[in-house]
T-cell receptor, first 113, second 111 residues
Framework: DAGVTQSPTHLIKTRGQQVTLRCSPK?????VSWYQQALGQGPQFIFQ???????QRGNFPDRFSGHQFPNYSSELNVNALLLGDSALYLC????????????FGQGTRLTVV | QKEVEQDPGPLSVPEGAIVSLNCTYS??????FMWYRQYSRKGPELLMY????GNKEDGRFTAQVDKSSKYISLFIRDSQPSDSATYLC???????????FGAGTQVVVTP
C-alpha cells in the first residue's frame, strides 16, 4: 500500500505566480483534506473534499481552491502567491466519508520568493 | 485564546524514561481525539485515536481523555532515541469534521 502520496515534494515560486499541488489518497480512502503548516506551528485546515465536492472550508481566502477527481485524487491551487504562503502543505485521506484516523502524506514544501 | 493549547517544549528526557505530553482545549463539542508524531520535514503519522473519555493503550503508548477537564494526555513508556520528534494533538467535533491541531511539542530522547 503506497499510502498518501503528494507531488511535488519541494517547490519554489515567485510572488504573484500560481501553483498546483497534487495528492493521491491511500487505497480505499475517498475523503481528502488539505492543511497548511507553517514552521513551528500545527497544521491549519484549508478544505476537505468528498464525492468531488468541497464539503468544509477553513479560514483561507478564495486564492486557495481545490478539486477532487473521480478516482478520489485531489489538487490544491493557490493563485497570486504571497510570501506568507510559504509553508508545508499536507494532504490527508480518510475512508468512508469520515475524518477520524486520517493518514497524511509527506507534504509539499512551498517556498515563495 | 487558541481552541487547542499545547506546550511547544522542547521536552528532553533520558532514554528509558516515561514521556508525558498533554493538550488542553476550550471547545466542549470536541469528541474525537488523535495524537500524531511528526519527524522533521515529514508528514504527521497517526499514533493513537480515541473517542470519549478514558484510557487507550497500544504498545508503549497510552492515551487519556478527560472531557470534564477538557484535557488529553499521551504517555510513552520506555522511550527510545527514535521517539525524538514533534508530537501533535488533534481533535474534531464529529467523525468527518476538520481537525483542530495543537502547535506540537518537540520531544528529545537522549541516549
Amino acid at each position: 500500500d503506497a499510502g498518501v502520496t503528494q507531488s511535488p515534494t519541494h517547490l519554489i515560486k515567485t510572488r504573484g505566480q500560481q501553483v498546483t499541488l497534487r495528492c493521491s489518497p491511500k487505497s480505499g480512502h475517498d475523503t481528502v483534506s488539505w492543511y497548511q503548516q507553517a514552521l513551528g506551528q500545527g497544521p491549519q485546515f484549508i478544505f476537505q473534499y468528498y464525492e468531488e465536492e468541497e464539503r468544509q472550508r477553513g479560514n483561507f481566502p478564495d486564492r486557495f481552491s481545490g478539486h477532487q477527481f473521480p478516482n478520489y485524487s485531489s489538487e490544491l491551487n493557490v493563485n497570486a502567491l504571497l510570501l506568507g504562503d510559504s509553508a508545508l502543505y499536507l494532504c490527508a485521506s480518510s475512508p468512508q466519508g469520515g475524518n477520524t484516523e486520517a493518514f497524511f502524506g509527506q507534504g509539499t514544501r512551498l517556498t515563495v520568493v | 485564546q487558541k481552541e487547542v493549547e499545547q506546550d511547544p517544549g522542547p521536552l528532553s528526557v533520558p532514554e528509558g524514561a516515561i514521556v508525558s505530553l498533554n493538550c488542553t482545549y476550550s471547545n466542549s463539542a470536541f469528541q474525537y481525539f488523535m495524537w500524531y508524531r511528526q519527524y522533521s520535514r515529514k508528514g504527521p503519522e497517526l499514533l493513537m485515536y480515541t473517542y470519549s473519555s478514558g484510557n487507550k493503550e497500544d504498545g508503549r503508548f497510552t492515551a487519556q481523555v478527560d472531557k470534564s477537564s477538557k484535557y488529553i494526555s499521551l504517555f510513552i513508556r520506555d522511550s527510545q532515541p527514535s521517539d525524538s520528534a514533534t508530537y501533535l494533538c488533534a481533535m474534531n467535533t464529529d467523525s468527518w469534521g476538520k481537525f483542530q491541531f495543537g502547535a506540537g511539542t518537540q520531544v528529545v530522547v537522549t541516549p
